[in-house]
């Protein structure tokens, strides 16, 4: 039986970090099933619905999303691991952490800026906010 692995990915080098993580357990002989997930966040003011069709809306979701997530999924390519790749619209956290509970993923594994003190108090943190949320383990790969 695999691990259903869903991987926050936002084209940083944080996600490729996370990304790695992922290669070091299957490397370590367990058995994955990546799925990597872009959230885009969502459009909100009402303007912006009001001028520019939904299509055209939808569009810049798929291609942004598409964007963040090649080099995540080249990586895992490179390695000879397939993966399937997701793109949703949202607040990040609260996304993530239902995606991965309406799919029925084992583990959600995110990379992190690793800032501590008043730059994460002040800048806030996805990360501690899908650890909150989150009804599966989370491991966090912080900045090395």
Known sequence: MSLRILVAVDGSEYSLRAVAHVLRL?????D??????????????????QF???EAIEEYYR?????QLQAASA??????????THIAVGHIAPT?????????FDLI???????????HAVMGSVATEVIKLATVPVTVVRNA
Do not use: F
């Open 52 to 54: 520019i069709a939904r």
């Open 63 to 67: 291609d942004e999303g598409l964007a």
């Open 109 to 119: 594994v995110i990379g992190t800026h690793g800032r501590t003190g008043l730059r």
């Open 96 to 104: 993530v952490t239902r995606y991965a509970a309406e799919m029925h």
């Open 32 to 49: 994955i099933e990546p799925h990597l997930l872009n959230v885009q966040m969502p459009l909100e003011s009402g303007h912006v619905k």
């Open 26 to 30: 299957r490397d370590a002989r367990c």
């Open 75 to 84: 990586a895992l390519e490179a390695a000879g691991q397939p993966c399937t």
